[in-house]
């Protein structure tokens, strides 16, 4: 069975996040200073050949652990839904 994963990595709240902070000072020179605390992270969008759910669930969550994440900078949640 097919699983499309959308897992979203963010840097951590108690670290800088100097591309947020950029965008961030750029909304009050656009006019948009009600706009603050801009957080720059990234989305990835997977397939997974998984029997179940479950197992779809591991197999994306051991990705982003041993790949598509740095835990040390970096957390992450992701959805599960049938392809």
Do not use: W
């Not at 840097?11 to 750029?26: C, H, I, N, R, Y």
């Not at 992270?41 to 994306?60: D, N, R, Y």
């Not at 835990?71 to 992701?78: K, L, Q, R």
Request: glycine content about 6%.
């Amino acid at each position: 069975m097919k699983f499309k994963a959308e897992i979203d990595v963010m840097p951590l709240e108690a670290l800088l996040d100097p591309q947020g902070k950029a965008v961030t000072q750029s909304m009050g020179n656009l006019g948009l200073s009600e706009i603050t605390n801009v957080r720059i992270g990234k989305h990835i969008h997977l397939f997974v050949e998984a029997a179940s759910e479950e197992e779809a669930k591991a197999k994306t969550d051991e990705a982003c652990k041993k790949l598509l994440v740095n835990e040390i900078m970096e957390g992450y949640s992701f959805t599960i839904s049938k392809a």
